[in-house]
C-alpha cells in the first residue's frame, strides 16, 4: 500500500461523490483531482505562492461549484506548518488572504465567520487599511457575543486596542486590552493572555514614556515579561519573537543596545526559517536603530534598507513610514547629509498623513525642520516648524514635544547671532528636562546633537 502525500490525503478527505457531479460542473472537479493527485510537487526554488498553489486552485474551483465547506476545509488544510490562512499571512500575502476570506464569508456557519471576520480584520490591518479593519472588528464582536464564542470576542477586542494604539489613544488601547484580557483570564486561554499582556504592555509602557510617568513604563514592561514567560512555557515560537520584539524596542530606548542586539539576531534567525516577512521587516528596522544608537552608521542604514525592501513587498504603509523615518534620522543626525534625509523623511510624512496617524506627523516635520536649518535654508525651516506645530494634539507625547523643541533650537542656533544661539541653548536646555537622555533614545539623541553642535564634538 503506497504512502499517500499530504495533496493526496487532502482529496480523499474531500470525499467527492463523483457519481453525483453534474456535467456542467465536471471541468472544475477533474481539476481539483489534477492539483491534488496528479500535478507534480513544486520544485525546491519555487516562491512562498509557489509552494501553496494548487490549493489556492482547489479552494477557488470548489467556491465555483458552491462545495463551501470543503472550501472551508482548504482554508483550514495545513499544507506546511499552519492552515492555509495562516501560511500566507506569515508570508505576507494578505490581500490573497483577503480574496479568500470574503469569497467564503457568510456561505458555511457562524464558526467559519469568526475565522474569516478575525482574518480580515488582521489583514486590513496589516495592511495598514484600518478603517476596513475596524468594521471587521466590530463586525465580529458582533457576531461573538451573538453566538457566545468568548475567544472570538476578545479577539475582537484586542482589534480595537490595536487601533487605538495606532492612532495614538493609548488610554483607550489600555482599555480594549485590559478587556481582552479579562476575558482571556476567565477561559484560562493561555496563548492569548500572552498575545494580550504584550499589547497590554507596550501600550502601557509607552503610555508612561508619552505621559514621562515611570510608574506605567514599569508596569508595562512587567506585562511584556510576564507574556514572554507564557508564550516560552507554552511553546509558541511566533509569540516568543513578538514579545521579545516588544521588549528589546524598550531596551534600545533605554539605552541598552547590545543587550537588544543579542535578542534581535536570535529572533532574526527564527524569522529567517518561518519566512515571517512582516517580523523579519521589523527585526530590521529595530536592529538598525540599535546600531544607529551606537554610532555604527553602515550597519544602521544597511538594515534599515534591508527592512524597506521587506516591508514594500508586503504592503504595510504604517511600518513603511516607520522605516522611512528611521532613515532620514540616520542621514540627518549620523551621516550629515540632509537633503537624502529630507527625501525619506518627507515620504515618512505623506504616508503619514494619508493614513490620518495621529503618532508621528509632527516629528516627521520637525526633522524635516532640523534638515533645512542645517542647509540655511530658513524660510523652509520655518514653514515646517509651524507645520509641525500644527499637526501637534491634544495626545502629542512629551518626547514629540522636545523633538519640536529641539528642532527650533537647531533654527535659532542656525541664525549665528549670539542672541540667537544663547536662546537655542536655553531651548536645548529646556529639551533635556522634557527628554532627559537617561530616559529614551529621543533624549540621547538631542543630547548627542547639541554637544556636536554647541561644543563640537
Known amino acids: 500500500m ?5 495533496s493526496q490525503a487532502l482529496y480523499e478527505s474531500l470525499e467527492i461523490d463523483w457519481e453525483t457531479v453534474s456535467l456542467n460542473k465536471l471541468d472544475h472537479y477533474n481539476a481539483i483531482e489534477y492539483f491534488l493527485t496528479l500535478e507534480d510537487e513544486p520544485p525546491e526554488n519555487a516562491n512562498n505562492l509557489q509552494k501553496v498553489n494548487r490549493y489556492l486552485q482547489v479552494f477557488y474551483h470548489l467556491c465555483e461549484v458552491g462545495e463551501w465547506e470543503k472550501a ?5 488544510f495545513s499544507p506546511l506548518s499552519l492552515p492555509l490562512h495562516e501560511q500566507l499571512r506569515i508570508w505576507g500575502y494578505y490581500r490573497e488572504q483577503i480574496e479568500l476570506y470574503q469569497k467564503i464569508l457568510g456561505k458555511v456557519n457562524s464558526e467559519q465567520d469568526i475565522i474569516c471576520l478575525y482574518g480580515l480584520g488582521k489583514a486590513f490591518y496589516n495592511l495598514s487599511d484600518y478603517n476596513q479593519s475596524l468594521i471587521y472588528y466590530q463586525k465580529l464582536l458582533h457576531l461573538a457575543r451573538l453566538i457566545n464564542n468568548r475567544p472570538a470576542e476578545a479577539f475582537a477586542l484586542g482589534g480595537f486596542g490595536k487601533i487605538e494604539h495606532i492612532n495614538y489613544n493609548l488610554n483607550g488601547a489600555v482599555y480594549y486590552f485590559q478587556q481582552q484580557l479579562n476575558i482571556a483570564n476567565e477561559i484560562e486561554d493561555r496563548e492569548q493572555q500572552a498575545y494580550t499582556l504584550n499589547n497590554l504592555g507596550y501600550s502601557f509602557y509607552f503610555l508612561g514614556l508619552a505621559q514621562g510617568n515611570y510608574h506605567n513604563q514599569k508596569t508595562g ?3 511584556l515579561e510576564d507574556a514572554l514567560e507564557i508564550a516560552n512555557q507554552i511553546n509558541n515560537q511566533e509569540m516568543q519573537s513578538l514579545c521579545i520584539d516588544s521588549i528589546t524596542q524598550i531596551y534600545s530606548n533605554r539605552g541598552q543596545c547590545n543587550k537588544s542586539l543579542t535578542y534581535l539576531f536570535r529572533q532574526l534567525g527564527i524569522c529567517e526559517k518561518n519566512n515571517d516577512q512582516l517580523r523579519q521587516a521589523r527585526i530590521f528596522n529595530n536592529i538598525s536603530k540599535c546600531y544607529l544608537m551606537l554610532k555604527e552608521s553602515n550597519q544602521a542604514l544597511k538594515y534599515s534598507q534591508a527592512a524597506l525592501i521587506t516591508i514594500r513587498k508586503i504592503g504595510n504603509k504604517w511600518e513603511e513610514a516607520l522605516i522611512l523615518n528611521n532613515l532620514g ?14 527625501f525619506y523623511f518627507e515620504q515618512a510624512l505623506k504616508i503619514l498623513q494619508e493614513l490620518d496617524i495621529r503618532e508621528h506627523p509632527s516629528v516627521c516635520a520637525a526633522n524635516i525642520s532640523v534638515c533645512y536649518s542645517y542647509l540655511k535654508n530658513q524660510k523652509k525651516a520655518v514653514f515646517y516648524i509651524e507645520k509641525a506645530k500644527s499637526l501637534m494634539t491634544e495626545l502629542e507625547s512629551v518626547e514629540d ?3 519640536l523643541i529641539m528642532a527650533i533650537a537647531n533654527y535659532y542656533w542656525s541664525q549665528g547671532h549670539f542672541l ?4 537655542a541653548i536655553l531651548l536645548v536646555i529646556k529639551v533635556l528636562t522634557i527628554i532627559p537622555p537617561w530616559r529614551s533614545a529621543n533624549g540621547r539623541l538631542a ?11
Open 329 to 342: 534620522v540616520i542621514y540627518c543626525y549620523q551621516l550629515k547629509q540632509y537633503r537624502e534625509a529630507v
Open 420 to 423: 540667537s544661539k544663547t536662546w
Open 401 to 403: 514635544k522636545g523633538v
Open 221 to 223: 514592561l512587567h506585562y
Open 2 to 6: 503506497s504512502i499517500l502525500t499530504k
Open 447 to 457: 543630547m548627542r546633537t547639541a554637544i556636536k553642535e554647541i561644543f563640537g564634538i
Open 72 to 76: 472551508g476545509q482548504i482554508l483550514l
